[in-house]
């Protein structure tokens, strides 16, 4: 297992822009896919953005395609997800994930670790 330690949520008026981080740590990390998903107050874990080790595979949800960007820093185990022209619906704790399979689909994630998440709140 990988431990998983996210940052930089924070509170925005929409139109705003917020960089989370997420320093993994443990077993060796680079061959790990990473991704992002979020769950809004009443709502469901939704996926955000995911990255296989290698940058060879890269998807991320319709809802923030444009917006949102995933990326990764090898050296330092750590990926991000730049987030511009935020929304209020954006508002959700956004959690960092990682799999050992090379795969950017959600399911690849449901056996992966987790961090304990970072609030994102945009208000209008």
């Known amino acids: 297992q990988v431990e998983l330690v996210e940052s930089g949520g924070g509170s925005v008026q929409a139109g705003g822009s917020l960089r989370l981080s997420c320093v993994a740590s443990?077993?060796?990390?680079?061959?790990?896919?990473m991704g992002w998903f979020r769950q809004a107050p009443g709502k469901d874990r939704e996926f955000v953005a995911a990255?296989?080790?290698?940058?060879?595979?890269?998807r991320h949800a319709a809802s923030v395609e444009g917006r949102f960007t995933i990326s990764r820093d090898i050296a330092k185990n750590t990926v991000f997800l730049q987030m511009n022209s935020l929304i209020p619906e954006d508002t959700a704790v956004y959690y960092c994930a990682a799999t050992l399979l090379y795969s950017v689909l959600t399911s690849a994630f449901n056996s992966g670790s987790w961090g304990q998440g970072t609030q994102v709140t945009v208000s209008s």
């Open positions: 990255q296989t080790w290698n940058g060879g595979i890269t």
């Open positions: 443990g077993r060796t990390t680079e061959r790990y896919t």
